[in-house]
Each structure stands twice: as structure tokens, then as C-alpha cells.
């Protein structure tokens, strides 16, 4: 990456730091992660290594599942991803160097101070099924967190999770199928995959604290927070 270009270089060493210390904080098997290997430059050039997680990524998983069988797939991979970012959230916001290497994160994407009693909240930031992998014997990895975010909204990541599966609402649809319709059917239509994503939206809102009457407010800033970030 050109060290030029948005000071990417430094970016690349603070991903690292971050990867190397939540891996720290979740040492007890709630997700696994890449291991860093360090960073080197080569003229403006900086390279990052890492190991690579073994399996396939979730979106990989439910988007060769049969269309069939795929909403029943998805109900239990979406609930256990549900759980592990409700998890990483409340494990990250305790730890005071986690809190500090979100703060530096040049990529940050929020701009509230979301805040109880316990402190602000911290995300992974990008908590998506492309980013989700299954590393085996029903576990989980999880990669890119160059976008940890500190202040942001408790149910960011659970909301990042649901928008990222949308796609996979589309099926053997060959028309002018958009993000909008299944946007519309997942959160506003009365099927299956509504249900399961107002489910699973209910659930994390409950864990975390969130009352239900606040629940739609909270998603529809995430889904704003989202979506204007990227």
C-alpha cells in the first residue's frame, strides 16, 4: 500500500496492533483470528502479513446453498453470528487499550459518543458475513478489523451483519432484482427472512440493553451511519 495515499502505511501497522490485542482480549475461543506476522516497507511501499484463516467465508457458505434450503442455513449461522459480535462487544469495551486503539483509528467511522455506565461501546466495525469465516468444528473467524470503531451505536455490528446478508434474499431471481427489494422484504415483508432478521435485531437490542421502542431509531441510525461510511 502507498504510504502516500491517506497514510495507509500507518493504517496497515495500526490493524495489526488492533488484530494482535482483541486477539488478546477474545483468547477464550469466542471467534478465532488471523494471526499478524508484522509489517515491513520497501521504499513507499508498506506490506503487511498475516496467516489466513482456514475454511470459507460465511457469504461463501449460504450463497451456494441451495435457495431451498438456504433461509434454514442461514437462521442458525446468522444467530451464532449474532451472539459472537454481542460478545466481542461487550468483552472489547472493557479493556482500556482496545478503547485506545479504537480511538487512534484513522478510519473510525462514527461520529456520536455512545455511552452507558459501563463506558463507550466498541465495534469490530465491518461485522459482516463476508468477513465472517467457518474455521471449522462449528466455530468461527473473523477478519479486517481495521475498522474497529469506539462511540459507536451497540447494535452497529448486529445491524452491519443483517444489511451484509440481503443479498442473499435474491435466490434464482434473473430480473431487475436491487438492494432496495430485499431491503424491503428482509426488514419490512412479512416472510421468513423478515422474520428471522427482526428476530435476531430484537435479540441483540435486548443483550445489549437497547428497549424495544428505541430499537428502530437505533437501526435506522446505524443503517445511515452505515451507509454513508461506505
Not at 51 to 60: E, F, I
Not at 155 to 168: G, H, K, N
Not at 186 to 198: E, I, K, P, T
Request: hydrophobic share 40%; charged share 20%.
Amino acid at each position: 500500500t502507498d504510504c502516500g495515499i491517506a497514510r495507509a502505511g500507518r493504517t496497515i501497522e495500526r490493524e495489526q496492533e488492533i488484530t494482535k490485542r482483541v486477539g488478546t482480549v477474545l483468547s477464550s475461543g469466542t471467534v478465532s483470528l488471523p494471526q499478524q506476522l508484522g509489517v515491513t516497507k520497501v521504499g513507499s511501499v508498506t506490506y503487511s502479513a498475516e496467516t489466513g484463516l482456514r475454511g470459507s467465508s460465511l457469504a461463501s457458505v449460504l450463497m451456494t446453498t441451495p435457495v431451498r434450503l438456504r433461509v434454514s442455513l442461514a437462521r442458525r449461522h446468522l444467530i451464532a453470528a449474532a451472539r459472537i459480535s454481542i460478545v466481542i462487544t461487550q468483552r472489547l469495551r472493557a479493556d482500556k487499550t482496545v478503547r485506545q486503539l479504537a480511538r487512534l483509528n484513522d478510519v473510525n467511522p462514527m461520529a456520536t459518543d455512545c455511552r452507558d455506565e459501563l463506558g463507550p461501546w466498541v465495534q469490530h466495525g465491518d461485522f459482516t458475513i463476508e468477513n465472517l469465516y467457518l474455521v471449522g468444528d462449528g466455530s468461527y473467524g473473523l477478519i479486517d478489523w481495521e475498522h474497529l470503531s469506539v462511540h459507536s451505536m451497540p447494535l452497529y455490528d448486529a445491524v452491519s451483519l443483517l444489511v451484509s446478508a440481503i443479498p442473499l434474499l435474491r435466490g434464482r431471481r434473473t430480473d431487475n432484482w436491487t438492494a432496495v427489494d430485499g431491503f424491503r422484504t428482509a426488514f419490512l415483508g412479512d416472510g421468513a427472512w423478515a422474520y428471522l432478521f427482526r428476530s435476531i435485531l430484537s435479540f441483540a437490542a435486548k443483550e445489549l440493553g437497547v428497549p424495544q421502542q428505541e430499537v428502530r431509531d437505533a437501526f435506522v441510525f446505524c443503517l445511515r451511519e452505515r451507509v454513508s461510511y461506505y
